[in-house]
């Protein structure tokens, strides 16, 4: 059974950090792109970013203006997004996604077949 266990989020001060991890179990993980996607209250859920099955290249939506980081250790089967300078606009629930088809570049929900449970992030003075 594929699983994704997304945790790390938290509530942080305006140009606070936090780092990401989402656990995969139940598939050769280094197969797959992945991808995070976030929604904020109210609005519909947004990709992030993306990145090759090994690492290689990687994706940004573009208000993510260089305060992101997308990584992935494929040893420890684990997904990251490192997240630095956040503002209140990027409170959401953060999701990790496993891609299927398509390229990085194509952040799109149809084309991810797993997601994890999301992890809430919070910004706020």
């Known amino acids: 059974e594929v699983q994704l266990q997304a945790s790390g989020g938290g509530v942080v001060q305006p140009g606070g950090s936090l780092r990401l991890s989402c656990v995969a179990s139940?598939?050769?993980?280094?197969?797959?792109?992945m991808s995070w996607f976030r929604q904020a209250p109210g609005k519909k859920r947004e990709g992030v970013a993306g990145?090759?099955?090994?690492?290689?290249?990687?994706y940004y939506a573009g208000f993510v203006r260089g305060r992101l980081t997308v990584s992935r250790d494929n040893a420890k089967k684990t997904l990251y997004l490192q997240m630095n300078g956040l503002n209140p606009e990027d409170t959401a629930v953060y999701y990790c996604?496993?891609?299927?088809?398509?390229?990085?570049?194509?952040?799109?929900?149809?084309?991810?077949?797993?997601w994890g449970q999301g992890t809430q992030v919070t910004v706020s003075s």
């Open positions: 990145i090759t099955s090994k690492g290689g290249s990687t």
């Open positions: 139940g598939f050769r993980f280094d197969d797959f792109p």
């Open positions: 996604a496993r891609k299927d088809v398509g390229s990085i570049d194509e952040l799109i929900e149809e084309m991810h077949d797993s």
